[in-house]
């Protein structure tokens, strides 16, 4: 009997509203683990192999439009629309500090040594807050040409990123003088910006382009138009050979990194090859590779998120294969330390 390769998700529910960022840890030795941000204003932390929900983070009174963990995966940080970037624990899921901001914020980030908070939002200020003195004033960066969309960390902690909702391009600021030191040229707002793992690039989704920058020179390296608008797309970390996007058309894009060629679509039980997927039944806000590059996560409108194995399955062309089945080949298990995490976050149930 002939096998087909087939893309079968993790589908993994919880949120009750548009799933909008994603996020995964480093490898830690407990595992590595997905937190996810929604407008339903509680992010969720999960086993970042099998999907498992580990506990739910409740505080916010807004839409959380970012979320992340810090290198060790020890605490989170959410950004939001009501007014505050919030830290927590990630073992017990206590508030550790609200830090209160003046407008709506869109995006939040740990530095790599985990001591400072990056935040941006609609009020076109990057704020670095000292986390080893929650109570200190942040150190303010108020230059910015448009509301900050997106942000992250370069150069050791000495480089900053940073991407606007209304303007084109992404900007690096140097954060000894606090200046603009380079701006990457795009045609329309960047929604999503992505170091890679290696340090090596920076990924940009514009519109329907997808762009590949020299994070040491700032170059253009690659350029790729897409077949829709994106919103999102991701490195493959471990062999930097494919890329990911996912935007309006609801299909998760796997591209070839050197040519930009699409490899192939997936649709239901129809297939031609693991390239492309579909499952999701709103648009695509955010994709993300884990950091082994074994698997990648998709959130989307439709409130779900969907763990893709990068690898095909092979099955019977015969076997009935359920649209949403996860894949039989991921450990459905959590680890002993996740259990005992699960068991002391008391804050939420999926």
């Not at 969309?149 to 900007?171: K, P």
């Not at 608008?229 to 996007?245: M, Q, R, T, W």
């Not at 294969?321 to 680890?335: L, M, R, S």
Request: glycine content about 8%.
């Amino acid at each position: 009997m002939e096998k087909k390769k087939v893309a079968l998700p993790l589908v993994c529910h919880g949120h009750s509203r548009p799933v909008v960022d994603l996020f995964y840890s480093p490898i830690t030795p407990d595992g590595y683990f997905l937190i996810s941000a929604s407008k339903d204003s509680t992010p969720m932390l999960r086993n970042g192999e099998s999907g498992d929900w580990i506990g739910t983070f409740e505080g916010h009174k807004g839409a959380v439009w970012s979320s992340c963990l810090d290198t060790n995966a020890l605490r989170v940080a959410s950004a939001s629309a009501d007014f505050s970037a919030k830290l927590w624990d990630a073992l017990t899921g206590d508030e550790l500090h609200s830090f209160e901001h003046k407008h709506i914020v869109r995006a939040c980030a740990f530095s790599e040594d985990t001591h400072h908070l990056l935040t941006g939002g609609v009020e076109k200020i990057l704020r670095i807050f000292d986390l080893n003195r929650l109570d200190a004033a942040p150190r303010e960066v108020d230059n910015s040409p448009g509301s900050i969309r997106t942000v992250a960390w370069l150069y050791s902690d000495q480089t900053i990123l940073s991407s606007c909702s209304d303007t084109s391009g992404v900007r690096l600021w140097d954060l000894r003088s606090g200046k603009i030191v380079q701006t990457l040229e795009t045609k329309s707002p960047v929604t999503s910006a992505e170091v890679s793992q290696d340090g090596r690039y920076i990924t940009t989704a514009d519109g329907s382009t997808v762009k590949f920058w020299d994070s040491n020179h700032f170059e253009l390296v690659k350029s790729y138009d897409m077949p829709c608008n994106v919103e999102s797309a991701s490195l493959e970390p471990k062999h930097g050979n494919k890329f990911i996007a996912g935007g309006e058309d609801m299909w998760v894009h796997v591209f070839d990194f050197h040519t930009g060629k699409e490899l192939g679509r997936v649709q239901n039980v129809h297939f031609i090859n693991v390239g492309c997927n579909k499952g999701h039944h709103g648009p695509i806000h955010c994709v993300r590779f884990a950091p082994g590059g074994e698997s990648y996560a998709s959130g989307s409108e439709d409130g779900t998120i969907r763990i893709w194995l990068t690898s095909p399955v092979s099955r019977e062309e015969s076997d009935e294969v359920p649209g949403n089945a996860p894949n039989p080949k991921v450990k459905a298990v959590v680890d002993e330390v996740t259990r005992k995490i699960k068991s002391s976050l008391h804050i939420g149930t999926a």
